[in-house]
Nanobody, 124 residues
Framework: QGQLVESGGGSVQAGGSLRLSCEAS????????MAWFRQAAGKEREGVGA???????ILAPSVKGRFTISKDSGTNNLFLEMNDLRPNDTAMYYC??????????????????WGQGTQVTVSS
């Protein structure tokens, strides 16, 4: 089974940008529905967006127009480009993978393979 390792988190001011990376081993990028999630302190984990094997993406309404999900199969990386960041985007961000069967939507219960997370903090 492949592993997922996130990087790229940090602290930024409101309106700033960050790009998160998720290095995926074991062929996950080519065989899995991939997704990004986030969990703020004291809140439940929520889906940010998902990327199907064919490249189609779905984004949560709260981030649509500001965040973009993409992948680079050559480097086995999944990316989350985040622009116009807001204080309420502050959270631990996780990438995750699930088998290609079924719906590719960012619902935590569907995903079985998770990274360790990377912290994003946005100050006002």
């Amino acid at each position: 089974q492949g592993q997922l390792v996130e990087s790229g988190g940090g602290s930024v001011q409101a309106g700033g940008s960050l790009r998160l990376s998720c290095e995926a081993s074991g062929g996950l990028l080519s065989t899995s529905c991939m997704a990004w999630f986030r969990q703020a302190a004291g809140k439940e984990r929520e889906g940010v967006g998902a990327l199907e094997i064919d490249g189609k993406t779905i984004l949560a309404p709260s981030v649509k127009g500001r965040f973009t999900i993409s992948k680079d199969s050559g480097t086995n990386n999944l990316f989350l480009e985040m622009n116009d960041l807001r204080p309420n985007d502050t959270a631990m961000y996780y990438c995750a993978a699930k088998g290609a069967g079924g719906y590719c939507v960012p619902l935590p219960l569907l995903f079985e393979n998770w990274g360790q997370g990377t912290q994003v903090t946005v100050s006002s």
